[in-house]
């Protein structure tokens, strides 16, 4: 199988493709994104994702280049076979917090990120505003992992690998606690543990792994 093509950077929708890739197996080869030169906006790359983004992936076996993480991470499932939902009940469970984190994890936190870190003038209001919004959306992942191992019943699927790259730059890009969402962070260090989720946050910065930007 010639290896899938990661277009990536080291962020946490980054880190949702590497990790997958490396629990599903599939052999694959990164091009390094360097989004603060700006490599997000150059032709190569918005060849294949015209919403200047990443991650991205070049499946040149099967044809296919696939954007936006989420899409990515069902994409990788079903060409493996791996992490697949079983029965249509988990896949609309599989589908709904995936969506969730789309619409909610990420955004929320990626606002705070945006304005606690990275803006010149720190507002108040717009700092605590969303710093609330983040107690919420974690107490939702709290209630729901209060009853399930994972965020899907009891097995490991794409909505944790969706979800945990957001939470673990919460907590260590952000030092944001989770001691009132115990069950969030017993979910959370669990899932830090696994091999595949080690390595896969690790990428692009492997050494191996810098291979250039191209189309």
Known sequence: MTPIELYTCQTPNGHKASIMLEEVGLP????????????QTKPDLLALNPN??????VDR???RTVFESGAILHYLARRSGKLQPVGAQEADDTLTWTLFQAAHVGPTLGQ????????PEKIPYVIERFERETGRVFRVLDSRLKHHEHIVGKSYGIADVMT???????VTRLGLSLDDAPDLARWYAAIGRRSAVVRGIAVP????HRLPLRS
């Open 164 to 170: 945990w790259p957001w939470i673990n730059a919460a």
């Open 28 to 39: 694959y080869s990164v091009r390094l994104v360097d989004i603060e030169k700006g490599d």
């Open 205 to 208: 910065a492997l050494p191996k």
């Open 52 to 57: 200047n983004k990443i991650p991205v992936i």
């Open 112 to 119: 705070l990120w945006n304005y606690k870190i990275f803006a």
């Open 61 to 63: 076996d099967a044809g």
